[in-house]
């Protein structure tokens, strides 16, 4: 009888050790061979584990100013963006590619496409996998580094996902807050 060779499924592949992920979002801050667009796409992916389907829906309204905070609408509360990157996107916002034609004169997509739409997800993977950003990969880290560092509940809130899959992600990361009560404990 045959034996059975052990193999690994691409559907959810392994996650970048955290030092690669760090220096992957330094390479997004140095942008130095890549747009601008790209970079802030990139380090929405390995700092909040922002699918790309989901960071083509976003648009200028869901980047946030309080005073000096820069924060980014991903979920309820909105997660704010760590210093070096607030500079970053919000320079983008200003100088978005797209907008300067008549059909998306008035585009509020945070990365606009063609004709008032957003790029497409398969447009914004090719130039981020083009400029050796694997995203599935990053977004796994990211994620799994998030939930050892705070509940799950809370980072379910924070970025949009469903308490299900951060408390499973959780688990299999090894974290500590299986016992975290989430709501309110003021009283």
Request: net charge neutral; glycine share 6%; aromatic share 4%.
């Amino acid at each position: 009888m045959p034996t059975a060779v052990p193999h690994r499924s691409t559907s959810n592949p392994a996650p970048l050790a955290q030092h690669q992920r760090l220096a992957l979002l330094r390479q997004t801050l140095n942008g130095e061979n890549a747009p601008v667009r790209d970079c802030v796409a990139a380090a929405l992916v390995l700092l909040y584990a922002q699918p790309i389907t989901r960071i083509t829906r976003l648009t200028t309204d869901d980047v946030l100013q309080d005073g000096e905070e820069v924060l980014i609408r991903l979920g309820d509360p909105p997660p704010p963006i760590p210093i070096p990157f607030a500079g970053p996107l919000l320079a983008y916002l200003d100088q978005r590619p797209n907008t300067m034609t008549a059909a998306n004169a008035d585009s509020r997509w945070l990365f606009p496409g063609r004709v008032g739409k957003p790029m497409t997800a398969e447009a914004i993977e090719l130039r981020l996998r083009h400029l050796g950003f694997p995203t599935q990969q990053g977004r796994t880290a990211a994620i799994r580094h998030l939930v050892l560092q705070a509940p799950a509940p809370v980072v379910a809130c924070m970025l949009g996902y469903h308490d299900e899959t951060t408390a499973q992600l959780t688990a299999e990361a090894g974290g500590a807050w299986q016992r975290y009560a989430p709501g309110d404990h003021s009283r």
